[in-house]
């Protein structure tokens, strides 16, 4: 049973993910039967795997399934019409061309990978020196602040993703506070912008076991002036729909938020959170 009301899920995956599973029918069969008001489907667009992925044609089949559910489902829930961009800032002109195809309502801004480098999640961090585990972090939020500061996604993904996995790989020596200045101008720069921040709740059902960003990050999120949170379970699968979504909107009130957003036509739509 749902804890709290009118629940939103902004971040699932359709089989027009690479590695995405189910249609979005079945995405959203699922998201109504796990009490949810209101999702987005949001599907990869590595943008640096634009040959690779075919996003191309991707993009096309995602947006289409996407309305047809939309259409379909219209009187039981609230579809939004989203994109997960990857690595925006590494190709913007293709990007921005991308973007302007569709009448998206919602944008995910998300880094996955380095330039040139394989997805964090496919690095080897069981045996790599601590100086290489950092100065890839270095890199990770440097990049961070520039999707930040283009600006042309409505949130801001899995801040701290690179974590998921190096948790994973058992090197909890790994310290995020050195980077806590970087994080904080990230967060201006989102605020001033008007923009929000994910809690994504992939990692409560994997090894790390925490939401990316953890909830320090979003205390301090709500201390700098937030006022933006979407929530996302990132589902892959038909049983992920929904998957953490009341430990997110518990972070958000214990951390002072009355409301999570949700995007429509690209503009922020706050809604209460009751339980
Ligand atoms: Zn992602
Ligand atoms: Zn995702």
Redesign the pocket.
């Known amino acids: 049973m749902a804890i709290y009301k009118n629940r939103t899920d902004l971040?699932m995956h359709t089989s027009s993910s690479f590695d995405g599973n189910y249609s979005a029918e079945a995405m959203t069969e699922s998201a109504i039967d796990h009490e949810l008001s209101t999702i987005a489907f949001t599907d990869?667009f590595d943008v640096d795997f634009y040959e690779r992925h075919n996003l191309g044609l991707r993009q096309q089949t995602s947006y289409e399934d996407i309305c047809l559910a939309k259409e379909k489902y219209s009187d039981k829930i609230n579809i939004l019409r989203g994109i997960?961009m990857?690595q925006p800032t590494y190709e913007i002109a293709l990007t921005e061309k991308s973007l302007a195809k569709y009448e998206y309502d919602f944008v995910?801004g998300?880094i996955?990978n380095l330039r040139e480098m394989p997805d964090f999640g496919d690095l080897k961090y069981r045996e790599m020196p601590l100086d290489e585990i950092y100065s890839l972090l270095d890199r990770y939020f440097e990049e961070m602040l520039l999707l930040a500061k283009w600006n042309g996604f409505d949130t801001l993904?899995?801040l701290t993703?690179p974590m998921r996995y190096i948790v994973q790989a058992g090197r909890n020596e790994v310290d995020l506070s050195r980077y806590d200045e970087i994080t904080d101008e990230i967060f201006k720069t989102l605020i001033a912008n008007g923009k929000a921040l994910e809690i994504?709740t992939s990692g409560l059902r994997q090894p790390i076991g925490k939401t990316m960003p953890t909830e320090n990050y979003v205390h301090r999120f709500r201390e700098l002036g937030g006022e933006f949170l979407t929530l996302g379970s990132?589902a892959h699968f038909t049983e992920h729909t929904g998957a953490g979504i009341d430990e997110g909107y518990a972070i958000a009130e214990r951390c002072g938020f009355e409301y999570v957003t949700y995007f429509k036509n690209r503009k922020p739509v706050q809604v209460k959170i009751e339980k």
């Open positions: 971040h990869h997960e990857g995910i998300s996955h993904a899995h993703y994504n990132d």
